[in-house]
């Protein structure tokens, strides 16, 4: 069982969300609060595997309530989900690796993916006891999702979903299967953020996640290329063939 406090100051915000959490047999609501002193408490009480939280609070906003709860190095944070009506929050928010963000007023479908994202982290912690609960998701200096506003929505991104990147002046182009998203942010900044067992800059204009290269070739003219597995082709420079022959030589 997977036990959740809800922390909302508004009485009916708690009660939608306990009536859509009803169908999610695993879980167990252990209590609510309205404040962040009650939040503060309860959660210290009951530790939690789950925290749904508001981020405007009476006394304190939901980051200063989650700063409290980590002033003690022994407590385990639980996880985090982030339930508001103001969408400026969300790169803090992802920050300090939440699981998901939901923007009031939310749906039973989208509550849910949040909820088997907590759920998927929270058995994964369970299997792994060495690891320190919410915790485990900053061991790793890498990002695994990236967060941006995309055509007035507010997206979670996991980096494993994603193909490929490419520079287009002022901003980079993320390529998923299926769309793209354009985002403000140089080339240089997103690959520091990047595993580099998993992401690899091929070109000054170019970044590739390989585990959807294919192979790497020689074109007719000389020059070198990296072809995806949907058959995409991406240039790649030669300053930077030599990264990926060292990769493919592991």
């Not at 409290?68 to 803090?92: G, K």
């Not at 506003?149 to 002046?169: N, P, Q, T």
């Not at 091929?202 to 990296?226: C, M, P």
């Amino acid at each position: 069982m997977i036990n959740a406090v809800i922390a909302d100051d508004e009485v009916l915000a708690r009660h939608k969300l306990r009536q859509l959490l009803r169908e999610e047999t695993e879980f167990e609501i252990v209590g609510e609060s309205a404040t962040a002193a009650e939040t503060i408490d309860l959660v210290r009480l009951t530790k939690p595997d789950l925290l749904f939280l508001d981020i405007r609070m009476p006394g304190m906003d939901g980051f200063d309530i989650i700063g409290a709860l980590s002033a003690d190095p022994d407590f385990v944070l639980p996880r985090i989900i982030f339930t508001t009506a103001y969408d400026r929050y969300a790169i803090r928010a992802f920050e300090i690796h939440a699981v998901d963000y939901l923007l009031k007023p939310f749906t039973v479908e989208r509550l849910r993916s949040a909820v088997e994202r907590a759920r998927e982290q929270i058995q994964a912690s369970a299997a792994a006891p060495s690891s320190n609960g919410a915790a485990d998701a900053q061991d790793s200096p890498y990002t695994k999702r990236i967060v941006f506003k995309s055509r007035g929505r507010i997206l979670f991104l996991h980096v494993s979903d994603i193909r490929w990147i490419g520079a287009e002046e002022n901003y980079v182009r993320i390529s998923t299967e299926s769309e793209s998203h354009l985002l403000r942010e140089t080339m240089t900044r997103l690959e520091e953020k990047l595993d580099p067992q998993m992401f690899l800059r091929v070109h000054r204009s170019s970044i590739v996640n390989l585990q959807y290269v294919k192979e790497v070739r020689t074109e007719k003219d000389g020059e070198f290329a990296v072809l995806l597995a949907n058959g995409q082709k991406i240039a790649m420079s030669r300053s930077y063939r030599s990264r990926i022959q060292g990769w493919l030589q592991r």
